[in-house]
């Protein structure tokens, strides 16, 4: 799927934000043209579905235009719409049509505010009434502070056994000398006990981007992982924790100036203008081979030299943590050419 960034401005401000790179520090909007050449570069190939992405998509001036067009268009299959939920009832007839879909990222009242979680709250309960499938919630437990009880509580007004989770940790800059595994090392417990209370709510945590790598599961914890995918074969969930693991590919995300990026996570790190490329499959293998190839070899911390889970590409740490090694690496590489 490729995505199209519409605007940086955003009615709030996650601690864990994925494109803080953009989001309320300079403001930034897609126009129209601009729009409708990055759909009509998407459609370059047949099967890429479409994602509404920002900052918060819903407060484009032009979004409801956006997704007539897109909803008039015979070639376009898919669009997921990606939210925070807060202004998406000014938008539920629009988007009654079968082609949309959308995922509701779902912040705590302790973040975002008792009045604006009650909006929240009630802007999901006007989906009740939709096919279930059309909608999707998304949380993100960023430390072991989070309060995640109310998830639950918003998962069952739509009757939902399935949650799209991420581990939100912070990322490794040059000034951040962190060590990313003692950082999820630390997050571990929290995230388990979340685990556990997905289960006595039967509810099936699908991973997101981000994911512990392998070695971190002790038998026991797989033990946990078995009974989530248990209650994910009783719903019908496609889900398997225990095999997911593996290393990340290009998602493409199309800024308002048509430069793309590899996804959020790597926007620093390197930009291409779509108009350099035939199709979003060009783009992909660009963005592999100018990224992931380097990724692949590097590892953030030296016990992960010989790990052969690594090897196999099944580590899950994201390419983030890697980003100056990989620099490192690929100059290393081109100077020997």
């Known amino acids: 799927m490729a995505n199209i960034f519409l605007t940086s401005k955003c009615n709030l401000k996650c601690p864990y934000c994925f494109a803080d790179e953009f989001v309320n520090k300079s403001f930034s909007e897609i126009s129209v043209e601009n729009f409708k050449k990055a759909v009509e570069f998407i459609k370059t190939n047949p099967n890429n ?140 417990p929290y995230v388990f006990q979340f685990f556990e209370d997905c289960i006595k709510n039967e509810i099936v945590p699908t991973n997101d981007c981000n994911s512990f790598p392998d070695c971190f599961y002790t038998v026991e914890d797989k033990k946990v992982l078995i009974k989530i995918n248990m209650i994910a074969k009783k719903y ?12 990340c590919t290009p998602v493409i995300d199309i800024l308002p100036d048509l430069n793309a990026v590899r996804c959020f996570s790597m926007s620093k790190y390197m930009k291409a203008p779509i108009s350099d490329f035939k199709n979003t499959d060009n783009l992909y293998k660009y963005f592999y081979n100018k990224i992931d190839n380097f990724a692949r070899v590097c590892y953030v911390s030296k016990d992960c030299d010989e790990c052969k889970l690594r090897l196999l590409d099944k580590c899950g740490i994201c390419y983030t943590y890697k980003i100056h090694k990989m620099q490192k690496v690929k100059d290393i590489i081109m100077q020997n050419i």
């Open 49 to 188: 579905r479409i994602g509404l992405i920002g900052g918060e998509p819903t407060l484009h001036p032009h979004f409801r235009d956006f997704i007539k067009m897109l909803k008039d268009d015979e070639q376009i299959k898919l669009v997921t719409i990606f939210t925070n939920g807060l202004e998406i009832d000014k938008f539920i007839e629009d988007i009654k049509h079968e082609k949309f879909n959308v995922l509701i990222n779902c912040n705590p009242p302790s973040d975002i505010g008792e009045e604006r979680f009650e909006k929240l709250k009630n802007n999901i309960k006007l989906l009740q009434k939709e096919p279930k499938e059309k909608y999707d919630l998304s949380f993100n437990l960023y430390s072991n502070e989070t309060n995640y009880h109310y998830i639950f509580e918003l998962l069952k007004i739509l009757d939902k056994h399935n949650l799209r989770f991420s581990t939100a940790i912070p990322n490794v800059s040059k000034e951040n000398t962190e060590d990313i595994l003692q950082s999820f090392k630390d997050i571990k």
């Open 236 to 247: 019908s969930i496609p889900n398997d924790f225990i095999t997911t693991c593996h290393s």
